[in-house]
C-alpha cells in the first residue's frame, strides 16, 4: 500500500466497479463539505482483490490493508450494485477491524 491515509479518519468506500465509482463523488462531496474541503489521505475504495492502486485518482486498498490501517477512526459504506454481494459483504464481521458502517451523507434539516 502506497497511499498515506490520515492518522485520525478514514473513509473507505467498499465496491470500486460502476456503482462504486458513481457513488465516490458524492461521499467527496460530503465528505469535504464536514471537513472544511480536506479529502486527501481520508478517502479510498476498498476491493477484496484491487485490480489497480488508483481508481479515478482515488486509492483503492484491499480489505485487510484497510482493516489495518492506522487511524483512530475508520468508517465505510458498501457500493455494490448486486444485492446478494452486498449482503454477504454488510453480514461480515467488523470487530477486528474497528471500522462503523457509516453513512456520509448528512442530512440537513429543511426550513419551514
Sequence with gaps: MNAHFSKDWVFGLVGAGGFGREVMPLALN???MKLGGKTDGRVCFVETSPQSALIN?????SEDDFFALDSQRKSFNIAVADSAVRQS????DCSRCRAAFSS???RR???H
Design 109 to 111: 434539516s429543511s426550513r
Design 104 to 106: 456520509v451523507y448528512e
Design 89 to 92: 459483504i454488510s453480514a461480515l
Design 30 to 32: 460530503s465528505i469535504a
Design 57 to 61: 485518482g482515488i486509492p483503492c486498498i
